[in-house]
């Protein structure tokens, strides 16, 4: 997996934390890719937003790690959650983003711009990206919920 690229996604309420977040990972050397409303007033819907993230990493063979933010993260997560292959997990402060990595191998972080502030975000995703997930505990876990998506999506 390529650490370095991330993709970002926002709807119409999360485009100012979406652009701190894009230019903190900037200033730290990540890749970014935007594939999220870059203004206000655009219509765009978060399930429309969730699906290109997700597409997007499923066609990369799951070789990049996704940020979807919303109002709450909570809708953005729903919708990831869908694509087969990824796991999405709402974190809220950093010891969420923290265990997203280590004990649910999240290869996408999802957040609310109306309920964490800026300086959260940065520190969660500094929290989350360098992390790797390592088999123990979890792994029966993980290999559980691998089962499931299999019986579902086939």
Known sequence: MDRKKIIIGCDNAA???KNVIIKHLKEKGYLVEN???DAP???TNYPTVAKRLCRNITESG???RGILICGTGIGMAMCANKFKGIRAAVCHDAYSAERAALSNDA???CMGARVIGPELAKKMVD???PLEFKDGRSTDKLKEIAGIEAENFG
Do not use: A, R, S
């Open 15 to 17: 485009v100012d934390l």
């Open 35 to 37: 594939v999220g409303c």
């Open 127 to 129: 929290e989350w990206l």
């Open 107 to 109: 290869n996408v972080i």
């Open 41 to 43: 007033g655009d219509p």
């Open 62 to 64: 799951y070789n990049k």
